[in-house]
């Protein structure tokens, strides 16, 4: 117990390590609006109208459409949080149901000693993981909402799985997927929400999370109750039912959440966004040197590296490069993400 308080020391020791400084500000709030004109630029407009007759029909329509996006976008802005919410708290209903007692389950109905419990334990996490970056990445091309739904309703059908499989070997490994796919879901329903939640509103949505909790350790109770009465098979069914309820939840999002759009390569370049935020950073410090403005408004100016355009060099190296040259003098250009 002391290794692991005294591990516990370490992520908290990196808390002091954020600066407010570097945080969002009007970026972080809730998504934009519905994009005007549909995606059509304006030259395209143009061109395609003939004469000022016909400029003049197709506004009415334009705007008409505005209208009904904004009313639309207005809409999921009210029903998307409280959605998301309720089915979460479901979810949380169903699973404190049988999470607690899967490992008596392991040891009363497989046989299952100590160490391959925990094992098993041990092995979920990195399924968990693994599992989110694969949704992360489906998300891109099905839709947030419908990616949750998936994994979802394939852990509940996993779930019904190992109520009917007697064999181990074969319902060990089936659990383990199943607590991936059910727990790695988290992240998307989590920028559901805060996508369609106002930065002054999210504090009350966070904190339904304690209700989670409370629901979590009230349904344990109710759950126990159900394993004395009709064993643990039984029970996860109950389990599947009430996350088949939570995941219908999900279904309406389908329609009032927008898909993550990509650029016009055809994929998200976060690596791009890092590096320009990097840049960005660095000539900022450079700035607040001494002698950063006069370089700066010089006809060569010596700008740190992460200013000029380096080719193929990445952020990383000019950063390197920037820390060797004036590491000297205490000045750091390694910007904290």
């Known amino acids: 117990m002391l290794v692991g308080q005294a591990l516990s020391l ?34 395209n407009r143009g061109s395609s109208v003939r004469g000022g007759k016909a400029a003049d029909a197709e506004a009415p329509a334009e705007a008409e459409a505005d209208t009904a996006a904004a009313a639309k976008r207005a809409h999921a802005l009210r029903v998307v949080p409280w959605l998301v919410a309720s089915a979460d708290v479901c979810s949380m209903l169903g699973s404190g149901m049988t999470v607690k007692y899967f490992p008596i389950f392991f040891k009363d109905d497989l046989g299952l000693g100590p160490i391959a419990v925990n094992a098993i334990y041990v ?48 319902l060990i490994p089936i659990y383990a997927l199943r607590t991936g796919l ?44 159900l394993v004395s009465s009709i064993g643990y098979r039984h029970t996860f069914l109950c389990t599947a039912a009430v996350q088949t309820m ?14 993550e759009r990509r ?11 890092v590096r320009q935020m990097r840049r960005e950073r660095l000539a900022a ?3 607040a040197l001494p002698w950063g403005e006069a370089t700066e408004s010089a006809s060569t100016p010596l700008l740190p590296p992460g200013n000029r355009d380096d080719g193929d060099e990445s952020a990383d190296e000019l950063e390197t490069l920037w820390d060797q040259s004036w590491g000297s003098i205490g000045f750091s250009a390694a910007p904290l993400l």
Not at 26 to 41: D, F, L, M, N, Y
Not at 151 to 165: K, Q
Request: hydrophobic residues 45%.
């Open 10 to 43: 370490v992520p908290c020791a990196m808390l002091f390590a954020f600066r407010e400084a570097e945080t969002l500000g009007e970026e972080s709030e809730a998504i934009a609006g519905p994009r005007k004109g549909s995606g059509v630029s304006s030259s």
């Open 123 to 170: 092995i979920c996490p990195l399924l968990i993981s693994m599992a989110g970056l694969i949704a992360q990445r489906l998300s891109l091309r099905l839709g947030s909402a419908q990616t949750a739904f998936a994994f979802r309703l394939t852990g509940i059908a996993l779930l019904v799985a190992i109520s009917f499989i007697r064999q181990r070997n074969v």
């Open 182 to 225: 059910m727990n790695s879901t988290s992240g998307l329903t989590k920028g559901i929400l805060n996508d369609h939640v106002p930065k002054h509103r999210r504090g009350f949505f966070n904190a339904l999370e304690s209700l989670n909790l409370f629901s979590w350790s009230g349904s344990a109770v109710l759950g126990g109750v």
């Open 246 to 259: 939570s995941a219908m939840f999900l279904v309406p999002l389908f329609t009032l959440v927008e898909r």
């Open 263 to 273: 650029d016009a390569a055809g994929a998200v370049n976060e690596k791009q966004i």
């Open 285 to 287: 410090r450079w700035r």
